[in-house]
C-alpha cells in the first residue's frame, strides 16, 4: 500500500501501524485485535530560514516602502503554505513582538527550494520617529512544524523613520464673549514634509 506523508505533521520518530476493519463492516469474533503497530519511521520535515531582507535607509510613518526578502528551506522535507513576516526593531533581536509592517504568503517550498518577493508594506504611524533594524521571521505566524523552530529570523540594515511634526500656526477669536455663550475660534495646523500623523 502507498500512503503519503502529511506535509503538516511534525518531525520525529512514529510507529508504523495498521488497522483491520477501519469502518467496522465486519461483524467479527473478537474486534479487539484489529490493531498492530510496526516499526518506527524518522519523519524529517522541513526547515525554514530567512537568506535575505533589505529595504530603505529612510521611512516615513504610514507611508509604504519596498522589502526585498527571501527564505529558503534548508531540511529534506517539503513545507506547506506560510507567511514570511516584516517587521521594524528597536534592537537587533527581531521578535514577534516587534513593530509589524507586513507579510507576504508562500504557497509551499520544497527541499533547498528559495522564495524572493519584494514586498510592498507600510509604516506604521504610531511609530516614534528613529533608527530601527529591519528584519524578517520566516513561519511569521507558526503554520509550519520544522526541525529546528529557532533559525527563522533574520535582521537586516537599519531604516531611519521620520514622524510628523505639527505645528500650531494660526489660532485667534473674538475680543469679547458672553458667560454661557459659544465662540468661533479659527486654528490652523501645520504639519512637516516626512511623515503622516496617524
Known sequence: ???????????GAYYFGAYADYWGYQYEADENNNGLAGNQIQIQGPDLVMTEVSGPATAYTAEAITVTNT??????????GFYVAVYLSADADITAS????????????GSGE?????TAVTVPGS?????YYLGAIADGFGYVPESDEINNTITGSQTAVTGPDL??????GP????????????????????????
Do not use: C, F, H, W
Open 1 to 11: 500500500t502507498t500512503v503519503s506523508i502529511p506535509t503538516g505533521i511534525a518531525p
Open 71 to 80: 527564505v529558503k528551506n534548508n531540511g529534506p522535507g517539503r513545507a506547506s
Open 98 to 109: 516587534d513593530a509589524l509592517l507586513g507579510y507576504r504568503y508562500v504557497s509551499g517550498l
Open 114 to 118: 528559495t522564495s524572493t518577493e519584494a
Open 127 to 131: 511609530l516614534a520617529s528613529g533608527t
Open 167 to 172: 505645528t500650531m500656526t494660526t489660532v485667534s
Open 175 to 198: 475680543a469679547t464673549a458672553l458667560t454661557n455663550g459659544t465662540v468661533t475660534i479659527s486654528n490652523t495646523v501645520v504639519t512637516s514634509a516626512g511623515g503622516t500623523s496617524g
